[in-house]
């Protein structure tokens, strides 16, 4: 079983930069893929990025390309989304997944979510 706590949202302008980190409890997520989505109000969840259980192979929305970036720290068991040049229809909820068939489709452990705001 694997838990997934996120942590970094906040509110900030647009432009702005924000960190999210993804903490996940078990031993066994260093060998998951992990993600990120995000929910905005009114609106479905959408994937944001993904990232394979070694760091090497990245993947993002057509949306965030070139201003997000994720990473992990297996050592640390935590995901990490680097978000710049924010934007307000970059306001969501944002939720940390993981794979632990790494396929990239079969997100089992979803976190709890963490707001981000950005105002214009």
């Known amino acids: 079983q694997v838990q997934l706590v996120e942590s970094g949202g906040g509110l900030v302008q647009a432009g702005d930069s924000l960190r999210l980190s993804c903490a996940a409890s078990?031993?066994?997520?260093?060998?998951?893929?992990a993600a990120w989505f995000r929910q905005a109000p009114g609106k479905e969840r959408e994937f944001v990025a993904a990232?394979?259980?070694?760091?090497?192979?990245?993947y993002y929305a057509d949306s965030v390309k070139g201003r997000f970036t994720i990473s992990r720290d297996n050592a640390k068991n935590t995901v990490y989304l680097q978000m710049n040049s924010l934007k307000p229809e970059d306001t969501a909820v944002y939720y940390c997944?993981?794979?632990?068939?790494?396929?990239?489709?079969?997100?089992?452990?979803w976190g709890q979510g963490t707001q981000v705001t950005v105002s214009s």
């Open positions: 997944a993981a794979d632990p068939t790494n396929s990239d489709s079969e997100w089992h452990y």
């Open positions: 078990g031993r066994t997520f260093s060998r998951y893929s």
């Open positions: 990232i394979g259980w070694s760091g090497t192979n990245t």
